[in-house]
């Protein structure tokens, strides 16, 4: 088991298997030296862990939650890449999108889910920029989708 597997394992998590693509696309791709995810939702066990949108039937503690979980989800993208995550060297940039209402503004609190995550397991490797974006829907009434991109060593698995 890898160290940040160990990690994840410590913090009560396990990293799910890919998520199955819901269109013309793959989960992760890697260029050079980043690996790139498509969009990942906070599914579990192929269900959504929530669904509507933050302001109206969600709170920002329910899209705290599911931003993590699609973090997760898009480390196992990134697993299935590259084969290792001790194989990341920087979490170099992180978006997140969340669905809300048109008078909410928290969608920074919201992507934290995603950010605190990534401190916890990778420390200062987790530290990236990001950006926090309201969306008026996402696909199957998500209420967030996170994409990441991370710097890794080595060649290609």
């Not at 890898?2 to 990293?15: D, F, M, P, R, V």
């Not at 609190?109 to 397991?121: H, P, Q, T, W």
């Not at 967030?144 to 060593?153: D, G, L, S, T, Y």
């Amino acid at each position: 088991m890898s160290t940040i597997e160990a990690k994840l394992e410590e913090l009560g998590l396990t990293l799910p298997e890919v998520a199955t693509p819901a269109g013309a696309y793959i989960p992760a791709i890697r260029s050079g030296d980043h690996v790139y995810t498509s969009g990942q939702l906070p599914l579990v066990e192929g269900k959504l862990s929530a669904t509507g949108k933050l302001g109206g039937e969600l709170s920002v503690e329910d899209g705290y939650a599911a931003a993590r979980t699609a973090a997760l989800n898009c480390l196992a993208a990134i697993k299935s890449v590259i084969g290792d995550l001790d194989r990341i060297e920087q979490v170099v940039k992180v978006t997140g999108f969340v669905a809300s209402t048109p008078d909410f503004t928290g969608q920074p609190k919201v992507i934290n889910g995603a950010s605190e995550l990534l401190g916890e397991v990778f420390g200062d490797k987790g530290v990236h920029a990001r950006s926090a974006v309201g969306m008026a829907a996402l696909p199957l009434d998500t209420p967030v989708e996170v994409e990441m991109i991370v710097r890794v060593a080595g060649d290609a698995a």
